[in-house]
């Protein structure tokens, strides 16, 4: 069974000619493909393309991906101090500390000036920007590797817990199929029974038209079909299981056709056993929809 969960977590690092490469990606429930991206000024150029990576990859999910990159100290420029205009601005300090008694100038203050310490830009040739583009966009199949992982080893868990789900749904379908009170000897009797009360109360009522009104409750009351698109449902849910994929969306559906059974089953019910059955049939389809929402 390979199905997915929509929550997990994955890092993957690398080096490139002297710079680090980090990528960290997360997943939580969503609707659909949503996806947060945390670039470092400069590579936003590649926004495009981890979008793109990351929806042919999932199907469900709200992703977040943060890029770190860090450079070498010989891969980054060397500062440039304008030393005249340093010499300058030390001497204007000075005369305005022996003219106003100001506080002396300090050399991380005057370095601080803008015009006296400048760090060039890097320039990289379009061919290494391409290069380091291609390292950064295998880390990220690494780490979409390692996310997808994450999310299938939690998806087994989750279809392992499904899978009890639709047993436990299975076991109460057939309980109330088999319950007593849908006999044919008991619901004849009920009905009987229940002519000879309303009949002792009243002289006057036609004991034909109470058996006829009473044989119409009692097809009403039958619960046959709902037994059987109960089982078919169950069919259905194991199959989708067993298929695997992105089946969050389909099990949702069965879910709703779960509830609309047991619902069902509980108004038309004649018997208290076969209530309570719905009651449980109800909870645990419950449990079965809210364990759902975490499937791609």
Sequence with gaps: MNLQSMTGFARAVAEHE????????KSVNGKSVEIRLRLPPGFERLEPAVRQTLQKRFARGNFQATLTIGRAAGALAQPVVNEAFLKDLAGLAKRLQ??????????????????????????????AKAVLDAAIMAALEVALKGLEQARQSEGAALAFLLSGHIDIIEVLTLRAEADPSRETAVIRERIAEQVRLLMDAS???????????AAFLATKADIREEIDRLKTHIASGRALLEGGGA??????FLAQEFNRESNTLC???????????????????????EQIQNLE
């Design 247 to 252: 089946i969050g969306r389909k099990l949702d």
């Design 203 to 213: 002289a006057n009522l036609d004991a034909t038209r109470l058996y006829m009104e």
């Design 18 to 25: 002297g710079t680090s490469i980090a990528w960290e990606v």
């Design 267 to 289: 108004s038309k019910s004649n018997a208290a056993a076969v209530t309570a059955i719905g009651l449980e049939l109800k909870a645990v389809v419950d449990q079965f929809r």
């Design 98 to 127: 022996e003219q106003f008694g100001l506080a002396p100038a300090t050399s991380d203050g005057l370095l601080s000036l803008r015009g006296v310490l400048d760090i060039p830009e890097t320039v990289e040739t379009e061919e």
